[in-house]
């Protein structure tokens, strides 16, 4: 059996084929339907499978050059998903609400996160103790406040090479933020998206757990293979480009 028809069989049996009502559909996507079922669109998987691979094959360059991508995916079928993903591959991701100017103005955003690591340093040092009691649980809620909104980037230093999101309809103000930075987009974009500015579509179900799970699987997995071929080089001139303290 071939590569491809195991991967077209993976995704049917993942439900990754069903769009959604043929009345929501995006004039963009009609190269990608099969036909209509029952007034649901189908996605003609065998046209997906392609746009898929240049996708992974994309996000294995970056990471074999060392890049980074931040995974977004804020609906709720999607959240947990990309955050397991995107913390097994050490990436940023952004689980829930984007917060505006994540991408536009990130360093003002970059300063709130330093804001919470500082806190957060001085409280497991005891350094909070010379505040009254009511300071701190002031200081506490900011600090549950900033961890709901930045938590997932806090590793990030500097803006991301590409981002991954799920549902670019949905998540368009971080579609857009990407965009005006020349931050290239791999997006899961069902029938209802608009994928004429989307880098890099994948188009299939981007509604249900199972199909979102295959398609985040199959891009993690593409990164980890991209950064076993990371060259020493790789490393050495990420070193070279991280800011000096």
Request: charge should be positive.
């Amino acid at each position: 059996m071939s590569t491809e028809k195991t991967t077209i069989e993976a995704m049917f049996a993942a439900g990754t084929h069903f769009g959604l009502g043929r009345s929501r559909r995006n004039p963009t996507i009609a190269p990608f339907i099969f036909g209509t079922k029952n007034a649901t669109d189908l996605f003609d998987l065998e046209k997906t499978k392609p746009a898929l691979d240049a996708a992974k094959a994309y996000v294995g360059q970056l990471a074999s050059e060392g890049k980074t991508i931040i995974f977004v995916g804020g609906k709720r079928e999607a959240s947990a998903i990309i955050k397991n993903a995107a913390m097994s591959l050490n990436l940023p991701y952004v689980e829930g609400r984007w917060i505006g100017g994540t991408f536009t103005n990130f360093p003002q955003i970059r300063k709130r996160i330093d804001r919470f690591e500082k806190i957060v340093s001085d409280r497991e040092k005891g350094e909070l103790l010379k505040y009254t009691k009511r300071e701190r649980m002031l200081i506490g809620k900011e600090v549950e406040k900033l961890e709901k909104m930045f938590f997932g980037i806090v590793s990030s230093k500097k803006l991301p090479d590409a981002m991954f999101v799920i549902d670019p309809r949905r998540e368009h103000n971080a579609v857009k933020e990407a965009q005006d930075m020349k931050i290239p987009v791999i997006a899961l974009s069902n029938s209802d998206c608009d994928i004429s500015d989307i880098d890099f579509p994948i188009v299939g179900n981007d509604g249900s757990r199972q199909s979102i799970k295959f398609f985040v699987e199959e891009i993690a997995k593409s990164y980890q293979a991209g950064k076993k071929l990371a060259k020493p080089a790789d490393v050495s001139s990420k070193v070279a480009d991280a800011p000096k303290v």
